[in-house]
């Protein structure tokens, strides 16, 4: 039954891409249904789950050395966690695009794209092996390649779906041939069976590092960590529901739940959970740094993913199995609450850029005052969601990792303060440029609402006051050495800090941007100038790439063209010419007159007769 | 008459039939042309059907003598190695055939050799006597010589003659070869499963030279670099089905040779030459994807593109072990239909604007959408895309190499990120962006179009989801063959 | 009896005049009667070998009345193409035409 989850969103998406013209505005019903149907079984899977029903195999897919690669159904507490997150983030997303693509030319195509989205993510969870995740892996990819290219006319989207698809394939590669390694040391890709492997794995530890580094490499890929992260801003060119679910719950959750999927991996080799760590925490502090002085808000909000994406690999890294995926499912909720009040707030005004907004609560009361509980979720007010799951990422960072605990703490810092200072400038304030902002239809503020409420209410379920129920249901089983369930006791100084954090960075924004009015003051200007475009420009990062890799790698391309045109096929032209050339030798013997050619003939008779009267030496004799 | 010998027939006969009718009669020429490609498929769905998986040796053999006196019969047999090629070939075929329909100068002579062409395919890989084979491989190239120099494009003579010379080249040597077998054996054969058994036992040197000899025939049709340049010339100029042909089937018969020779004659020499091999085709892979990155003209990038996936399969090869032999006969026959579906494209557009240039398009997504998702599904089967079939062949080439050699494998790998980047940079360029002014909204994909791509699309994706159902027919002859190639 | 090698001088200097004729003359009717004269010198040492070295059978004589024929039906043929030539060209001299110079 539980694969029917991902079935579902792809019969949608075969009946829309089939039949979406003739659909029209029923296509986008067909997706919502199937997604809420997704929903349900999800919850009898959990249900299932509780009542002891696990994994079980569908076929096989192909046989490699008597090793078979299964079609299997993966159930389990990580499993079902992903399965319910997505698909609530996916059937709220959806119903808000109805509102949102209203109009679109491409409706049906759209609602069929995202239902695929959603079937490639609910099969990345559900399977057992490497190889089945790995091509729901690339499903995702194409999906969002998809559906950022969306607005295919517009260059900049069809360039930035080119670059989602390439970045994000550069870790594929690397996945891939970590796959190979694993294959190679251990003839074995279920997951059920790492465990074991490391057991057994002996002389060919250095095999396993290897392989667990080259699978984070995909995991850097899909959940955009440095230094692979350059395509997500980009990414923004898609419509802005997508961007919602491309950050909340599908693509950027699966390289996070990559890496909780093979904790084993991982937990084994403490020096494979340090570049984690160390890549989530440069990834962390980096993309909320950028953020604060961004002023696009659909990028402010995807430097904030890469940033609280790089906040949950620290969380991996340090140990926090549960701290990590914990704050996947919060940030799962709030970020798509967030990105679908940008999508609002968007649709209203028709700009992006937070300099030219301002002063629209009143105008959008929904909308604004989701966006602020957004605002607070991520920042990690108490009581809101973000609270407590960033908080058990800087307990777990406490104890023994004092320089990741110091980036966890500085990034929850910048995370509040570029948060508060885009609510500040979008909502309050005066406005800035003409519009007539209006609230947005039913459709897409209902889902609003619901994420709100998730926002608020979903981190209760880590906290005490719940007995830490998400601790006990995901916990990474102790026979690897994890912590088994037990929840930490509670560390009131560090939340306190945590909480103290939030406000500061809070009470910065309000300072700068409210008491002052200004989009940026001036003084603080003038005396980070050369931060501020350091910032601006995102650490140069793009034009790096552009420079290094993607500019001499075109003009070898360009020289090999040439190389091929002129030498390799020069060579073969030059044997050809060089017969040709020989044969202009003995061409002038074919006079084309017939009496030169009986001439000859006779001549040769002549020659024949004295040889066979005289012998070869009769020549001589004759002459 | 056995059904191997219909199979080779039939295209035949339905030649013989066509000299029969006037040439102003093209209603006639097509169907008859139709029926006789379509009663190939027909058959070779028979052959496929009828087929023993389980068996790992020569089915349907039908031997006569021919020439008593040197030994030579016509010997035609098929196993799991050739039976994928075979109905590759039928396939493409009688879908290059509708594809032809466009054609309209001296339909009469197209069809004619056209149908001696697919005969010769046909052989090539049904022929299990030596002599038979160099017959067939040669007969290939006859028709492969007018139907390009006659139909092609403005260079077609110099594509022509550039295609006939280079191939004969390398077959000559393979001549060399096949006498030089014939003169080793014990009683002198030409029979292909004798000769595997007698070659095996000779030394080292000579299996070497053998191995060579047959190498370069090899080698020029897969192509392998640095004999690759053929390829992009004779395809720009070909027209629209022979391009499908050429990449579909013609250039199997290079990777199909390795196997039914190469490998399982000389079993010494290509354990010794198995590195090297490697290394060649790792630099197919990564040399023609980036000499198709720069490329402007849509169907040399294809070629080139070609050049690129064949050192897939040659990888696969090299690894002389079951995964990666097994990765590299579906790679063979993936590429053989996503490639064909690729070139079918081009010439969809082709007819449309009488371009290629790549900078002459843009943005025509919008006003061909079904042609859209066509091109842009090849493309992703094409880059490597799990779930659809090019993947699987290059996922088990790639693991089967990976046991072998550990680095080449690393940096072929690299080749996915580059073939990801010119097949998108092909999407980009034609199908995305704003609507080029020169590009005149063309009229959609026709219903004939459409018929020729869906039978690709439908094994694209059936391959892709259940590799097994391939799989499963060549596993046991792959098994075998490895384990002779492994002792012998 | 005339000796043989009165026939066979005969014969050698018809070949002789055949020869130079057909590599002389420009005339392409011209360079066909030389053909004819060197075919003639062959008759001529056929019938008269068979008549001294085998008189009984005759075979030579037989061979010579294929020669003959043969040599009709060949300047038949030459002259027709002698003729198409001409229409084509208007001139018949031999070395007017090098439509196959290398």
Not at chain 1, 299 to 323: E, F
Not at chain 2, 80 to 95: E, M, R
């Amino acid at each position: 039954m539980v694969h029917l989850i991902a079935v579902f969103p792809f019969l949608a998406f075969v009946i829309n891409i089939l039949f979406g013209r003739r659909l029209r505005g029923a296509s986008a019903w067909i997706s919502i249904a199937a997604s809420i149907g997704s929903f349900l079984l999800s919850v009898a899977a959990f249900q299932g789950l509780r009542s002891g029903q696990g994994s079980y195999n569908l076929g096989t897919w192909l046989t490699i050395h008597g090793v078979p690669l299964n079609f299997g159904v993966l159930v389990d507490p990580l499993s079902v966690m992903m399965l319910l997150v997505v698909t609530i983030v996916a059937t709220l997303i959806k119903i808000y695009s109805v509102g949102y693509m209203r109009g679109d030319s491409r409706y049906s195509r759209y609602f069929a794209y995202i239902s695929l989205f959603t079937a490639s993510m609910l099969g990345l969870i559900l399977s057992d092996n490497f190889v089945m995740l790995y091509i729901f892996w690339e499903g995702v990819g194409l999906c969002s390649y998809l559906l950022i290219a969306f607005w295919f006319e517009r260059p900049a989207a069809a360039r930035a779906g080119l670059k989602a698809f390439l970045t994000t394939r550069i870790g594929d590669t690397g996945f891939l041939i970590g796959i190979f390694l694993l294959f190679f040391a251990t003839k074995n890709l279920h997951f059920d069976h790492l465990g074991a492997a490391i057991a057994s794995a002996g002389p060919q530890e250095g095999l396993l590092i290897a392989a667990a580094i080259l699978i984070f490499l995909g995991a850097i890929g899909k959940s955009a960590q440095f230094p692979l992260h350059v395509w997500l801003p980009d990414a923004m060119e898609g419509p802005t529901a997508v961007s919602a679910l491309i950050h909340a719950a599908t693509m950027v959750a699966a390289g996070v739940y990559l890496v909780a999927r093979c904790y084993v991996l991982f937990m084994a080799y403490p020096v494979c959970l340090q570049v984690v760590a160390v890549i989530g925490a440069i990834s962390a502090l980096m993309a909320a740094s950028i953020a604060t002085v961004n002023n696009d808000i659909k990028r402010i909000l995807a430097y904030s993913t890469i940033s609280q994406l790089g906040l949950m690999m620290l969380g991996l890294g340090v140990g926090g199995y549960t701290a990590g995926t914990f704050h996947l499912m919060t940030h799962a909720f709030f970020k798509a609450l967030l990105f679908l009040c940008a999508g609002s707030v968007i649709h209203a005004l028709h700009t992006q850029d937070i300099r030219k907004m301002g002063g629209l609560l009143p105008h959008m009361k929904v909308t604004g005052w989701t966006l602020i509980i957004g605002m607070l979720a991520i920042a990690g007010v108490p009581p809101f969601s973000g609270f407590w799951s960033k908080d058990e990422i800087l307990v777990q960072a406490w104890s023994g990792h004092p320089v990741l605990f110091g980036c966890a703490v500085l990034t929850s810092l910048l995370t509040a303060f570029y948060m508060s200072r885009l609510v500040f400038l979008v909502l309050f304030g005066k406005p800035r440029s003409e519009f007539h902002a209006h609230e947005s239809p039913r459709t897409m503020s209902i889902p609003l609402m619901i994420l709100a409420v998730l926002a608020v209410f979903s981190g209760f379920l880590g906290s005490p006051f719940l007995h830490h129920a998400f601790q006990k249901f995901i916990f990474f089983s102790p026979e690897h050495g994890g912590e088994g369930g037990e929840a930490h006791p509670l560390n009131y100084s560090i939340m306190l800090l945590s909480a103290l954090i939030s406000l500061a960075g809070i009470g910065l924004a309000y300072v700068l941007y409210i008491r002052q009015n200004k989009i940026l003051p001036e003084g603080l200007r003038r005396m980070f100038t050369p931060l501020y475009k350091l910032l601006l420009n995102k650490y140069y990062i793009d034009e790096i790439y552009e420079a290094v890799i993607v500019k001499p790698c075109l003009a070898v391309c360009r020289w090999l063209s040439g190389f091929d045109c002129f030498v390799i096929d020069g060579l073969v032209n030059a044997a050809a010419r060089f017969f040709q050339f020989l044969s202009l030798a003995v061409r002038p013997v074919q006079t084309g007159l017939i009496q030169n050619y009986v001439l000859i003939q006779v001549m040769g008779v002549v020659v024949l007769i004295v040889v066979l009267f005289f012998g070869i030496a009769g020549f001589s004799r004759v002459g | 008459m056995g059904i191997l010998t219909t199979l080779i027939l039939l295209p035949l006969a339905g030649a013989v039939f066509i000299l029969f009718i006037p040439a102003k009669n093209s209603a006639w020429i097509r169907r008859t042309a139709l029926a006789a490609t379509a009663a190939v498929l027909g058959t070779a769905g028979a052959l496929v059907y009828c087929f023993d998986p389980t068996q790992p040796y020569l089915q349907f053999v039908e031997k006569v003598p021919w020439i008593a006196s040197f030994n030579v019969w016509y010997f035609v047999g098929v196993d799991g190695l050739s039976l994928g090629l075979v109905f590759l070939t039928a396939l493409l075929g009688l879908l290059a055939c509708v594809a032809s329909f466009t054609i309209e100068r001296r339909q009469k002579e197209y069809f004619i050799f056209y149908l001696i062409l697919m005969a010769g395919m046909l052989g090539t890989f049904l022929a299990q006597d030596l002599f038979l084979f160099y017959n067939f491989w040669e007969i290939v190239l006859v028709p492969m010589y007018f139907l390009i120099g006659i139909w092609g494009g403005p260079k077609r003579e110099y594509a022509a003659i550039k295609l006939f010379l280079y191939t004969l080249a390398g077959s000559v040597l393979m001549l060399v070869g096949i006498l030089a077998l014939y003169f080793h054996a014990a009683p002198h054969t030409f029979d292909m499963v004798e000769l595997a058994k007698t070659s095996r036992g000779f030394d080292l040197p000579l299996q070497m030279f053998l191995f060579l000899a047959f190498f370069l025939a090899f080698a020029i049709k897969v192509p392998i670099f640095p004999f690759h340049t053929w390829l992009p010339d004779a395809h720009v100029e070909a027209p629209t089905p022979i391009s499908v042909l050429l990449a579909g089937v013609l250039l199997k018969m290079g990777g199909y040779g390795f196997l039914r020779i190469s490998f399982p004659f000389f079993p010494e020499a290509a354990r010794t030459f198995a590195y090297p091999l490697m290394v060649l085709g790792v630099i197919n892979i990564i040399y023609g994807a980036c000499v198709a990155m720069a490329q402007e003209d849509f169907k040399k990038m294809i070629a080139y593109s070609s050049v690129s996936h064949m050192g897939f399969v040659l990888v696969g090869l090299a690894s002389l072990n079951l995964t990666g032999w097994n990765g590299a006969i579906l790679e063979m026959f993936n590429h053989g239909i996503i490639t064909g579906g690729m070139f079918l494209l081009v010439g969809v557009l082709y007819d449309r604007a009488h371009t290629r240039e790549l900078s002459r398009f843009g943005g025509i997504a919008a006003p061909m959408p079904v042609y859209a998702f066509f091109l842009t599904v090849f493309s992703l089967a094409s880059l490597g895309l799990p779930g659809l079939s090019g993947f699987v062949g290059e996922f088990l080439s790639l693991l089967g190499a990976f046991a072998a050699a550990p680095t080449m494998t690393m940096i072929a790998a690299g080749g996915l990120i580059l073939t990801a980047g010119y097949f998108l940079y092909i999407i980009q360029r034609v199908l995305l962006g704003p609507l080029n002014p020169e590009a005149v909204p063309y009229p959609e994909i026709n219903r004939r179009e459409i018929f020729t791509l869906v039978p690709l699309l439908a094994i694209t994706l059936v391959v892709g989801i259940f590799p097994e159902l391939v799989l499963r027919f060549q596993e046991t002859a792959v098994t075998v063959l490895m384990h002779i190639v492994r002792r012998g | 009896m005339i000796p043989l090698v009165f026939f066979v001088t005969i014969s050698l200097f018809l070949f002789c005049v055949g020869i130079f004729g057909v590599l002389s003359r420009r005339n392409v009717v011209g360079a066909l009667m030389s053909i004819e004269l060197i075919l003639n010198a062959a008759n001529i040492n056929l019938v008269a070998f068979n008549r001294y070295l085998g008189p009984s059978d005759g075979l030579g004589q037989i061979f010579a009345l294929f020669v003959v024929a043969i040599s009709a039906a060949e300047s038949v043929v030459g002259l027709v193409m002698v003729i198409t030539i001409y229409r084509n060209a208007k001139t018949i001299f031999l070395d007017k035409f090098n439509l196959m110079k290398g």
